[in-house]
């Protein structure tokens, strides 16, 4: 019962889930010759939901519009939903941390808040070629130049913005 | 394995691991940026190490890959405007506490405001392809 707890209820420790989610680059190589990547597939999303069929960029890149990569983006759905099932912590819910518990925004405003930093984090990841997993680790874990200044610019601008909100719009404190 | 279902399924490990260890948790991933809480750098740190190891041995014992094929490592070129893009990034993860693959698990875990961070990526993605129309460079 305790290692059951463990895993499906209590929050893991940090080691727990580096390794299965570090397990995943030499796995993903073996089975299938494919770098960890999650961004890449948004541009299968953006086929799927939006009218860019006829940009280049889509047309020569994505030319299978339901590949591996819309599937992986679909389990990790599917395990986040598993993770609040067996947890019980399964539910809809308006709150997004000391964000929605501090600022108390109206919700439209908390809406298009997360939206533009989408944007943000949709068009960055395509400029720079990779996000967190595809660079930061798959593409340090093989000890890539380009990922390793990839990563450090992520984290210089993530320590930007985050602290500007935290004193224009969570008080400062915290 | 076929592939798709086979990402499926390592998908959803991911997904599950993402939110057990708390990197869905915009406190958590906040937290790190305005420097109270390092888990995640540990998070991160224990993935790069195991995934490094990991990719030594399986170098050293299972070539070629299972396909038969010899190991191809993807190689992520850097562009001109690859580190204004990685400062973007940055910019976005640090307002939506989320990055591609958290975002998802947030998604389903039910948080109603990690779909729009969602969606904001699917136009950020859509931004880009239009401009690349004119940009080949990006």
Redesign the interface.
């Known amino acids: 019962m305790f290692i059951l707890r463990s ?2 209820v209590d ?26 990547g ?2 890449t597939g ?2 299968n ?2 086929k799927i ?2 009218p ?1 069929k006829n ?4 047309k020569t890149k994505y030319t299978e519009t339901y ?3 819309v ?14 099932i067996l ?1 019980g ?12 518990a501090i600022a108390g925004w109206p919700a439209v405003l ?38 390793i ?18 004193s224009l719009f969570l008080g400062g404190a ?1 | 394995m076929d592939k798709k279902l086979g990402f499926l399924a390592f998908g959803i490990l991911f997904g599950f691991a993402l939110s057990r260890v708390g990197a869905s948790d915009y406190d958590l991933i906040v937290g790190m940026f305005v420097g109270q809480d390092y888990k995640l750098v540990g998070v991160m740190a224990t993935a790069i190490v195991v995934g490094a190891l990991g990719m030594q041995v399986l170098k050293k014992f299972a070539q070629p890959v299972k396909s038969g094929e010899p190991l191809k490592i993807s190689y992520k070129e850097l562009k001109k405007w690859s580190i204004a893009g990685a400062l973007l990034f940055g910019f976005g993860w640090g307002i939506t506490g989320a990055c591609p693959g958290t975002v998802l698990a947030q998604v389903g875990e039910g948080k109603l405001f990690g779909l729009f961070t969602f969606t904001g990526m699917i136009c950020g993605t859509y931004i880009y392809a239009r401009l690349k129309e004119k940009h080949p460079d990006l």
């Open positions: 895993i499906f929050p893991w420790p940090f080691w727990a889930g580096g390794i299965v989610i570090g397990l995943l680059v030499p796995l993903l190589y073996y089975y299938f010759n494919t770098a960890l999650v961004s948004y541009g999303l953006v939901f939006l860019a940009l280049q960029w889509i590949s591996w990569r599937y992986f983006i679909i389990g990790i759905i599917l395990g986040g939903l598993l993770s609040a947890s912590n399964l539910g809809i819910t308006t709150e997004m941390g000391r964000f929605t908390n809406a298009v808040f997360f939206f533009v930093g989408g944007i943000l984090l949709g068009l960055g990841a395509r400029i720079a070629g990779g996000c967190t997993s595809g660079h930061s680790i798959h593409g340090i874990a093989n000890l890539h130049i380009s990922s200044l990839a990563t450090i610019f992520f984290i210089i601008g993530g320590i930007i913005t985050a602290n500007i909100v935290r915290w």
